[in-house]
Structure formats: C-alpha cells, structure tokens
C-alpha cells in the first residue's frame, strides 16, 4: 500500500508560479511511476507530468517549457515545478502513484490541491 499527500496549491496570478509537493509513505519501494493530473470543473482528469523510477519525464503538450516534474528521493517527495501559469491551468491538481507486485500494478490517488491562476 503507498499513501500520497499533496500540498502547495493557492491562488496565483497569470505569469506567476507555484511548486506542488506529493509525499509519499508506506510501501514506496514498489513505487514505479509518480503523475499529476489535474481537473477543472466540467472537464474530465487529465494528465499533466509523469516521471518513472528510472527517472524519464514525460509532459502534457499545454504545459512543456512551462512544467517541470522532479524528485527527492531522501524525502520520498516528488514535485511539481509551474511556471507562467495561465488561468486555463486552473484545476484540481492530483498525485497519483503506481507500484508493481504480485504480478499487477495498482494506483493511488492523493486527495488533490487547489490551483487557481487569476487576476
């Protein structure tokens, strides 16, 4: 079982920036891949950034050069850089990680963050 907990949402202005945190507990050693996705109201969970254990990213088109997806492995955290936000990047944003045993993977989902870009 892995438990993740973001943190870092809030209201920001359009060009401005925000770093969401996921921490992540439990059986993190069968971690292989930590996402944020997000999801504005009416719209359906999108992905935003991936990054695997091996440490390949992977980003949405709409937030390329804008986005940056990291991890600290001493904190069990992984983070979520955001730059010259937009308020189309206004959202719900969640950490979801997958692990890997017993011959399946399973997903988990943090509770989300509020992110808000407006004037």
């Known amino acids: 079982q892995v438990h993740v907990v973001e943190s870092g949402g809030g209201l920001v202005q359009p060009g401005g920036s925000l770093r969401l945190s996921c921490a992540a507990s439990?059986?993190?050693?069968?971690?292989?891949?930590t996402g944020w996705y997000r999801q504005a109201p009416g719209k359906q969970r999108e992905s935003v950034a991936t990054?695997?254990?091996?440490?390949?990213?992977n980003y949405a088109d709409s937030v390329k050069g804008r986005f940056t997806i990291s991890r600290d492995n001493a904190k069990d955290t992984v983070y979520l850089q955001m730059n010259s936000l937009k308020p189309e990047d206004t959202a719900v944003y969640y950490c979801?990680?997958?692990?890997?045993?017993?011959?399946?993977?399973?997903?988990?989902w943090g509770q989300g963050t509020q992110v808000t870009v407006s004037s």
């Open positions: 979801n990680a997958q692990d890997y045993y017993s011959g399946s993977f399973h997903s988990y």
């Open positions: 439990g059986s993190i050693f069968s971690i292989v891949a």
């Open positions: 990054i695997t254990s091996g440490g390949t990213t």
